[in-house]
Nanobody, 126 residues
Framework: QSQLVESGGGLVQPGGSLRLSCAASGFTLDYYIIGWFRQAPGKEREGVAC????????RYADSVKGRFTISRDNAKNTGYLQMNSLKPEDTAVYYC???????????????????WGQGTQVTVSS
């Protein structure tokens, strides 16, 4: 069974950090773009970051630029989202997704992704 599993979410104080992981099983993540998305209560899902299959062409939402870093370790079949300087407005369920074709663009569209994780809750609160 091919799937993505996120981990690393939790409760953190403003200004704190978390690292989310996205582990793939049942398929090789090497050939896929990885995207991170989030959905806050009452809001639409939004793109946070994406990275192409070779680890280049990084794209970030304006709201997270300079604070979040997307990366991948193809040897471990895993993607990551390092989140620093977290703010209460970063509170959301975070999802990773994998897409076989296409490129990362600044639009950070969630279209055409082949696999989605189940989501991990990130809560930023004092």
């Amino acid at each position: 069974q091919s799937q993505l599993v996120e981990s690393g979410g939790g409760l953190v104080q403003p200004g704190g950090s978390l690292r989310l992981s996205c582990a793939a099983s049942g398929f090789t993540l090497d050939y896929y773009i990885i995207g991170w998305f989030r959905q806050a209560p009452g809001k639409e899902r939004e793109g946070v970051a994406c990275i192409n299959s070779s680890g280049g062409n990084l794209r970030y939402a304006d709201s997270v630029k300079g604070r979040f870093t997307i990366s991948r370790d193809n040897a471990k079949n895993t993607g990551y989202l390092q989140m620093n300087s977290l703010k209460p407005e970063d509170t959301a369920v975070y999802y990773c997704a994998a897409r076989r074709f296409g490129v990362c663009t600044s639009r950070l569209s969630d279209a055409d992704y082949n696999y989605w994780g189940q989501g991990t809750q990130v809560t930023v609160s004092s």
